[in-house]
């Protein structure tokens, strides 16, 4: 009996992380906002989740790399998360559960490709 109750307080730990927020992330063509095929694949999974949970909020958050004009990559990281939220809608999602974030551009070196995103996570509000 004794062996059994850590191997049941694993599985109880196992069930509640299978309901933890997960972040999704859609990448981005340098200066892009152009939702990809599999940009769309990964959103129409966030929409099938979100409506298995309709109480979530879904957060997007957009991204965009600094470069020369911060205005101009600010802009974009709202465009992101724009595009983002307008597939999301399309897909089904309800807008008033759409929450979106963009977020200040970023110039950490060798994050290029990183800074070219949109992360997508559904949360309890």
Same mark, same amino acid.
């Given at each position: 009996?004794?062996?059994?109750?850590?191997? =049941? *307080?694993?599985? /109880?730990? !196992?069930?509640?992380?299978?309901?933890?927020? %997960?972040?999704?992330? $859609?990448?981005?063509?340098?200066g892009?906002?152009?939702?990809?095929?599999?940009?769309?694949?990964?959103?129409?999974?966030?929409?099938?989740?979100?409506?298995?949970?309709?109480?979530?909020?879904?957060?997007?958050?957009?991204?965009?790399? =600094? *470069?020369?004009? /911060?205005? !101009?990559?600010?802009l974009?990281?709202?465009? %992101?998360?724009?595009? $983002?939220?307008?597939?999301?809608?399309?897909?089904?999602?309800?807008?008033?559960?759409?929450?979106?974030?963009?977020?200040?551009?970023?110039?950490?070196?060798?994050?290029q490709?990183?800074?070219?995103?949109?992360?997508?996570?559904?949360?309890?509000?």
């Amino acid at each position: 009996m004794r062996r059994l109750l850590p191997v =049941a *307080g694993l599985c /109880l730990l !196992a069930a509640c992380a299978g309901n933890a927020p %997960r972040k999704y992330v $859609v990448f981005f063509s340098a200066g892009s906002t152009e939702l990809d095929d599999n940009a769309r694949n990964v959103l129409l999974q966030v929409a099938e989740k979100s409506k298995r949970h309709p109480s979530r909020i879904v957060k997007v958050e957009g991204y965009a790399h =600094a *470069g020369q004009d /911060l205005s !101009a990559d600010a802009l974009l990281a709202i465009q %992101r998360a724009k595009a $983002v939220a307008q597939q999301l809608s399309e897909d089904g999602v309800a807008g008033d559960h759409i929450v979106q974030t963009p977020r200040a551009p970023s110039s950490s070196e060798g994050m290029q490709v990183g800074s070219r995103r949109v992360e997508i996570e559904l949360a309890n509000p």
